[in-house]
Structures are given as structure tokens and as C-alpha cells.
């Protein structure tokens, strides 16, 4: 094996399937396949957009929702496959993932016929904008909005800030992680960009979730609650479980080794298994998302029955 100049930093990919153990090695493999089975699974759930959804912009918002799961278990694959790419990867599939919140922040206004068609049937059924919901549902004094097409503007802003945020803290970090040779060494300002990092997350999912609440009664029959638990969930396994591998890693739980740090190899611990938890996701999703039950497939039976 050649010799690693960076201690800590990550192998070259041929150095570290030399050193790894068989059952890494098989893990993966397994991962690498878990990954293929997903981006099959995701490609029928675009053959099923593309012939059942005749609304061009609708299907458009459900194909860039469709490709997060299979970007997500690519990424995930090449970072086990590729060590030195782990943050990168990371960081890709992440800015792509919220700006998948966003799209379907638009997608349930495409499905109400507009931000003022929605303020006006939310108004209608008097659906008030409950501002008291997760992940910010502690705080009693949490007032509810009329739903007006300017509040309901304002909450969408929470949404569309994500994939800036993450864009500029991604390249803020690449600036940092050159400096210090692709070492994560101790510096304030890491710290910072992890806080601003949760902030953004944070309000994006609380928007989603405020919007969602707030049109899952006249949205019943597109199964939109049950479409953002699984946006939810799929969130957690991204940064809730790698926070706490990482915090492992800290404790030594996960010990560094000659190859890399602790960190590292957490990061490659965490991506092992998420590629099974995508695969679950996209299960699930073929699952309750089937074009018969479903009306956003405006051309399958769901809607023909209606």
C-alpha cells in the first residue's frame, strides 16, 4: 500500500479496498447493490410519472422529487467506494434534497391551482396556518396565520432559503478543508457553518410541515401527509443517524486507524447503511404511491374512478 502522507485523510480508493477487512469489503459490495436496486426502482417510478401524469409542470416537480432517492444511494455508494469524495457527496445529495423541499412546496400550490386559488380554499374551509407545529411545536404561544396568499408566501421563503444555504456553506467548507489540507482540524469556524447548517435544515422542514398541516384535509385524495413522512424520514436517516455516527466516532466508539480518522470512518459506517434505509424509502414509495391509487397519476385509474 502506498504510503499516506495526511494522517487522517482518507485513502486513494485502490489503497483502501488493499487494507480493508473481507467483511468491509462485502458490506460494500452490498451497498454498491443496495444502491443499483434503488436506481431500478426509482426508474419505474419515472416510467410511471412520465405515462400517467399529463400535466407538464406537475410531472416536471415529480420527476425532481422522484431523483432523490437514486442521487442519494449513488452518492452514498460512491462515498463508501471512494473515501476522499465522502464530503462531497454529502454535500451534493444534501443541496439537492432541499431543493427537493421546495419543489414540493410547489407541488402542493400546482395541486390546489396556485398560491391564490390555495389561499382561497384554505380561507373556504377555514384552515388556518398553525404556526405550533414540528419540529417547533413546544412553544405554546405559537399563533396561527390566516391563510392569505402573503403568508403563505412568506412560509414558502423558509423553504427556498435551504439549497442556497447549503450551496454557500458547501463552498465555504471546500475553502476551509483546502487550507487545511482535507483534514478536518479544529476551527471555530466549523462550528458556525454547523449551526447555520441545522438553522437552514430546521426552517425548511418546519415549512414544509406548516404548509403541509395546513392542506392535507383538501389535499386527502394525493396522500400528501403520507408523501412528506416519508420526506421526513428519509431526512432523518440523512442527518439525524450521521450526527450520531459522528458522535461515536468522538467518543472512540468508532476509533480512528492507520487509514483515516475517526470521522472518516464514521462517515463510511453511516453511508453503508443508508443505503438500505434509501432502499426501504423507495419501497415504501412504490408502495403507497401506486398511479391506481393515487390521483396526482391524473391519466391512471384513480382518476378515471373519481
Same mark, same amino acid.
Given at each position: 500500500?502506498?504510503?499516506?502522507?495526511i494522517?487522517?485523510?482518507?485513502?486513494?480508493?485502490?489503497?483502501?479496498? !488493499? &487494507?480493508?477487512?473481507?467483511? @468491509?469489503?462485502? %458490506?460494500t459490495?452490498? /451497498?454498491? *447493490?443496495l444502491?443499483l +436496486?434503488?436506481?431500478?426502482l426509482?426508474?419505474?417510478?419515472?416510467?410511471?410519472i412520465?405515462?400517467?401524469?399529463?400535466?407538464?409542470?406537475?410531472?416536471?416537480?415529480?420527476?425532481?422529487?422522484?431523483?432523490?432517492?437514486?442521487?442519494?444511494a449513488?452518492?452514498?455508494?460512491?462515498?463508501?467506494?471512494v473515501?476522499?469524495?465522502?464530503?462531497?457527496?454529502?454535500?451534493?445529495?444534501?443541496?439537492?434534497?432541499?431543493s427537493?423541499?421546495?419543489a414540493?412546496?410547489?407541488?402542493?400550490?400546482?395541486?390546489?391551482?396556485?398560491?391564490?386559488?390555495?389561499?382561497?380554499?384554505?380561507?373556504?374551509?377555514?384552515s388556518d396556518?398553525?404556526?405550533?407545529?414540528?419540529?417547533?411545536?413546544?412553544?405554546?404561544?405559537?399563533?396561527?396565520?390566516?391563510?392569505t !396568499? &402573503?403568508?403563505i408566501?412568506? @412560509?414558502?421563503? %423558509?423553504?427556498?432559503? /435551504?439549497? *442556497?444555504?447549503?450551496? +454557500?456553506?458547501?463552498?465555504?467548507?471546500?475553502?476551509?478543508?483546502?487550507?487545511?489540507?482535507?483534514?478536518?482540524?479544529?476551527?471555530?469556524?466549523?462550528?458556525?457553518?454547523?449551526i447555520i447548517?441545522?438553522?437552514?435544515?430546521?426552517?425548511?422542514?418546519?415549512?414544509?410541515?406548516?404548509?403541509?398541516?395546513?392542506?392535507?384535509?383538501?389535499?386527502?385524495?394525493?396522500?400528501?401527509?403520507?408523501?412528506?413522512?416519508?420526506?421526513?424520514?428519509?431526512?432523518?436517516?440523512?442527518?439525524?443517524?450521521?450526527?450520531?455516527?459522528?458522535?461515536?466516532?468522538q467518543?472512540?466508539?468508532?476509533p480512528?486507524?492507520?487509514?483515516?480518522?475517526?470521522?472518516?470512518r464514521?462517515?463510511?459506517y453511516?453511508?453503508?447503511?443508508?443505503?438500505?434505509?434509501?432502499l426501504?424509502?423507495?419501497?415504501?414509495?412504490?408502495?403507497?404511491?401506486?398511479?391506481s391509487?393515487?390521483?396526482?397519476?391524473?391519466?391512471?385509474?384513480?382518476?378515471?374512478?373519481?
Amino acid at each position: 500500500m502506498s504510503n499516506i502522507s495526511i494522517p487522517g485523510f482518507p485513502p486513494s480508493s485502490t489503497d483502501y479496498f !488493499e &487494507a480493508i477487512s473481507p467483511t @468491509i469489503r462485502a %458490506l460494500t459490495i452490498v /451497498a454498491i *447493490v443496495l444502491a443499483l +436496486i434503488t436506481v431500478v426502482l426509482s426508474g419505474l417510478h419515472i416510467r410511471s410519472i412520465v405515462k400517467f401524469v399529463s400535466v407538464e409542470y406537475r410531472r416536471h416537480l415529480m420527476l425532481w422529487m422522484s431523483l432523490v432517492l437514486p442521487i442519494c444511494a449513488i452518492c452514498s455508494a460512491i462515498g463508501v467506494s471512494v473515501p476522499r469524495s465522502v464530503a462531497v457527496v454529502e454535500s451534493f445529495s444534501m443541496i439537492y434534497f432541499m431543493s427537493s423541499l421546495l419543489a414540493f412546496v410547489c407541488l402542493l400550490e400546482h395541486l390546489f391551482g396556485g398560491r391564490a386559488k390555495m389561499a382561497n380554499q384554505l380561507m373556504e374551509r377555514k384552515s388556518d396556518i398553525v404556526l405550533r407545529s414540528p419540529p417547533i411545536c413546544c412553544f405554546p404561544c405559537m399563533p396561527r396565520l390566516a391563510p392569505t !396568499e &402573503a403568508n403563505i408566501y412568506k @412560509i414558502e421563503w %423558509l423553504v427556498l432559503q /435551504a439549497p *442556497v444555504v447549503r450551496f +454557500i456553506v458547501l463552498f465555504i467548507s471546500l475553502i476551509v478543508g483546502l487550507n487545511n489540507a482535507g483534514v478536518r482540524r479544529a476551527n471555530p469556524l466549523y462550528a458556525v457553518i454547523n449551526i447555520i447548517t441545522a438553522i437552514s435544515t430546521i426552517s425548511a422542514v418546519y415549512g414544509c410541515n406548516v404548509l403541509t398541516r395546513a392542506s392535507q384535509q383538501a389535499l386527502q385524495q394525493y396522500n400528501i401527509r403520507r408523501l412528506f413522512v416519508l420526506v421526513q424520514i428519509l431526512l432523518i436517516f440523512i442527518n439525524l443517524q450521521e450526527a450520531i455516527f459522528e458522535f461515536l466516532g468522538q467518543l472512540d466508539v468508532i476509533p480512528s486507524d492507520a487509514m483515516m480518522s475517526a470521522n472518516y470512518r464514521a462517515k463510511i459506517y453511516h453511508h453503508l447503511l443508508f443505503t438500505l434505509e434509501v432502499l426501504v424509502v423507495a419501497l415504501l414509495t412504490t408502495l403507497f404511491f401506486r398511479p391506481s391509487k393515487n390521483h396526482m397519476f391524473d391519466m391512471s385509474g384513480a382518476s378515471v374512478t373519481s
